[in-house]
């Protein structure tokens, strides 16, 4: 029977923000005496990216040669290994150690990919003589805060403008003028996002119907052997509506999708960049090709003040200007959030790529594959 390895941490969920204390037990039950160099307790973060692809050339005599680049990125965020026992015999029983660990306050957040991941874990690890090593191992979620309430520009309405020439040949079919507006331009996971689509139809063209999509695009990028980028775009809310807006008139459309369980933007530098946008599409009538229009959504993991109301269903999709706090009032002292008004966020499965990445750098008896984050939803 082999041994077993139970792993007991301060935040049931396994959860964690950056910065935060991860303290734990881990409780191993042998069943046979192992006789090892040490056993250790390891605590590594992570963000891996890797990819490969190939090319076939044929030469002149037609013999085909097919070689195949392989591309990698790895950081480390975090990397600290105590040893909880020494050399020795190891005897049959249950075996308790127990560990604390100060997470970095600039930890990126866990994220999972079709081309790599941001991963975080503690693993005992029994160094084994004449022997493969033992290793468990659990993973854990870690979020870097991302507070909207610092940056005052999220606090504005995002709005979008085009317009388009509409042919019915051999006459002019007229202009088609359409915006696109939100609140404001950042929001949290289990937000609802208030959208209107203002469409002043002046040509001959209807608009026969219209459908949105939320869209995350992650950016993976390898530095060996050279620099490059792989990108991986998934819809992850998408609505039809049978709206109809006629020839030579005028319509507003107001629509509204909640954020689900995804992990917060990340800055363009980062081995994996992850954003988010809001499209929408308007089909039109005849052989006339749609238009379509979006805004960018930075997602946080703590919400706006000004948008708390929406978590509850009550904000106005009109826009207005942003009332000044304390905080923005250059006459008065520099003041945090006060988030008492704020309930505390449930946590959900982050939505899962078709494709997760598998690091094959982990022996594969060992490995964790299809490992889900779990994210704060403000619902």
């Not at 975080?120 to 979620?141: A, C, E, H, M, W």
């Not at 979008?160 to 202009?175: I, N, Q, R, T, Y």
């Not at 390898?222 to 005028?250: F, M």
Request: proline share 7%; charged share 20%.
């Amino acid at each position: 029977m082999p041994s077993v390895c139970k792993f007991t941490l301060n935040h049931p969920n396994a959860v964690y923000y950056s910065g935060q204390t991860v303290n734990g037990t881990i409780s191993l039950t042998t069943t046979s005496e192992k006789n090892i160099r040490n056993a250790r307790i390891i605590f590594l973060g992570e963000g891996k990216v890797e990819w490969e692809e190939s090319t076939t050339t044929t030469d002149s005599n037609g013999n085909s040669t097919t070689s195949t680049t392989y591309y990698r990125s790895h950081e480390v965020y975090i990397h600290n290994e105590t040893i909880v026992r020494g050399e020795g015999i190891l005897p049959v029983g249950v075996h308790t150690y127990t560990f604390t660990i100060v997470l970095p306050s600039d930890c990126p957040t866990s994220c999972e990919g079709s081309y790599g991941h941001i991963r975080y874990g503690i693993s005992l690890k029994l160094d084994r003589v004449l022997r493969f090593d033992n290793t468990y191992y659990t993973p854990l979620t870690v979020l870097k805060t991302v507070d909207l309430n610092v940056n005052p520009v999220f606090r504005l309405p995002l709005l979008a403008e085009k317009d388009a020439s509409l042919c019915c040949w051999p006459c002019s079919g007229g202009k088609l003028f359409y915006s696109l507006q939100i609140p404001f331009g950042a929001y949290t996971p289990g937000q609802i996002v208030k959208y209107s689509l203002n469409i002043q139809n002046h040509s001959m063209v209807d608009v026969e119907s219209y459908f949105m999509e939320f869209t995350q695009k992650m950016t993976f990028t390898a530095h060996s052997p050279i620099r490059s980028h792989r990108h991986d775009k998934r819809t992850l809310v998408k609505k039809n509506y049978p709206e109809i807006c006629r020839r030579l008139t005028n319509r507003i459309l107001n629509g509204e999708f909640q954020i689900p369980s995804v992990p917060p933007t990340t800055e363009p530098t980062k081995i994996i960049y992850v954003e988010y946008r809001l499209k929408v599409k308007m089909i039109m009538s005849g052989c006339h090709r749609s238009k379509d229009i979006s805004v960018p959504i930075f997602i946080g993991n703590i919400p706006l003040r000004e948008s708390w109301s929406s978590i509850a269903g009550g904000m106005d999709v009109t826009p207005s200007a942003p009332e000044m706090t304390k905080s923005e009032d250059n006459s008065g002292s520099e003041m945090p959030p006060n988030y008492n008004d704020l309930k505390p966020p449930s946590y959900q499965e982050a939505m899962q790529s078709d494709s997760p990445f598998v690091d094959n750098d982990v022996d594969k008896h060992h490995r964790v594959d299809g490992f889900k984050p779990l994210y704060p939803m403000y619902s």
